[in-house]
């Protein structure tokens, strides 16, 4: 009960970490799926919220995946695509890796391991990037950042733009002669 509190900060939390899970018929689910959604902001916002539901009533203490570390956790725009190797606990072999609110196509490489490629001809802005894993119950990991930094000018882009400077310069004094 101590390790429970300080991780999820919720007094209900040693209670549903501890119960059974339960059976649900889909007259249940669909009673369940309709007062969701009368009190969700938004469609989205109703069956995250609906799936957490059921994860929570249904599999019992089913332990939660946890992300500790990504490799690598940062690159620069115009960098090459890699791949993203996920390490942390729990994960199942149909868990996926959220990539900024997006399941990915995942390896699973072990219950500890995952990975998937990041394709960087379609990063444009540099910003975090929230990276989870999803089991296949539904449930969620914390939050990981990986940090997309702004490109990186190539060698020959910095010598060339001083000897432009240069230039400039030596035009601009040869001018007020």
Known sequence: MDLVRPL????FAPVLFSSPALELTEEQKQYMWEIVQVG?????FAQKMYNGIIVVLTTGTTPLPEVTSLSPNTAALGSESFTIHVTGKNFDPEAKIVWNGALEPTTFVSPTELTTGVNMGT???AMPIPVQVQNENGSLSNTQIFE???AVPAAQDVIKNLGEQNKSAHSQSQAKK
């Open 40 to 44: 969700a902001s938004d469609s989205r």
């Open 148 to 150: 997309l930094t702004p």
């Open 123 to 125: 990063a444009e802005v």
């Open 8 to 11: 999820h900060h919720d007094p």
